[in-house]
């Protein structure tokens, strides 16, 4: 059984603090996206990763894929309120079929 | 531009009760289509997905059922929901590739 593990499950922090969240498997995948959710709202896409080692930036947000595909983290530079959210990181394989796998998510919250 | 639409967005129902809650993909054609559920601030939890019409694989046995009787419309039903049928049911799409795209969701709560 494939599964993708995130760290932390949760994280408390103030503004202007620098943050990693991690994304972890045994299994190789396709490819790789993060989400991230608001309360009573569905999981918004950030970016999607498909080659290992690959560096992506999203303003203050900067994603990167393993070398090997197995595992992936989210880094926030100086983090804002509006930070705050559920982020889901979720795998793509396709083995028997395609399929995405999701992690449990990160329950972030930042305090002004 | 492709949209998902759900409905309704929230729902309060008794024991015991139908449901039928309806998810459109606009902007595409034949995508696959995934049901899930997510508990209060956890992961989600694959209920069913539907590769075409009439098609549709259920990856947990349970109260539920889909139907897609169109290419872009996926329907999640029950009989009679039970207490434990409560929660944050999110319908997606995606195009064969890796990324899915999600709905709103649907809030249902069973009393």
């Known amino acids: 059984t494939q599964l993708l593990e995130q760290s932390p499950q949760f994280l408390s922090i103030q503004e202007g603090e620098n943050l990693t969240v991690y994304c972890n498997s045994s299994?190789?995948?396709?490819?790789l996206q993060w989400y991230r959710q608001e309360p009573g709202e569905g999981p918004v896409l950030l970016v999607t990763?498909?080659?290992?080692?690959e560096v992506k930036k999203l303003k203050r947000l900067t994603f990167q894929f393993g070398d090997a595909r197995k595992d992936s983290s989210l880094h926030i530079t100086a983090a804002q309120p509006g930070d705050t959210g559920l982020y889901l990181c979720?795998?793509?394989?396709?083995?028997?079929?395609?399929?995405?796998?999701f992690g449990a998510g990160t329950r972030l919250f930042v305090k002004a | 531009s492709q949209t998902i639409h759900q409905w309704p967005a929230t729902l309060v129902q008794p024991v015991g009760s139908p449901l039928s809650l309806e998810c459109t993909v606009e902007?595409?054609?034949?995508?696959?289509l995934y049901w899930y559920r997510q508990a209060a601030g956890r992961g989600l939890q694959l209920l069913f997905y539907?590769?075409?019409?009439?098609?549709i694989s259920s990856e947990v046995p349970q109260n539920l059922s889909a139907s897609r009787p169109q290419d872009r419309q996926f329907i999640l039903s029950s009989k009679k929901l039970l207490l434990s049928d409560s929660g944050f049911y999110l319908c997606?799409?995606?195009?064969?590739?890796?990324?899915?795209?999600f709905g709103p969701g649907t809030r249902l709560t069973v009393l």
């Open positions: 997606a799409w995606d195009s064969g590739t890796d990324t899915q795209y």
């Open positions: 299994s190789v995948f396709s490819s």
């Open positions: 990763v498909v080659t290992g080692g």
């Open positions: 979720a795998g793509g394989t396709n083995t028997g079929g395609f399929k995405t796998i």
């Open positions: 902007g595409t054609s034949n995508p696959n």
């Open positions: 539907s590769v075409g019409i009439g098609q």
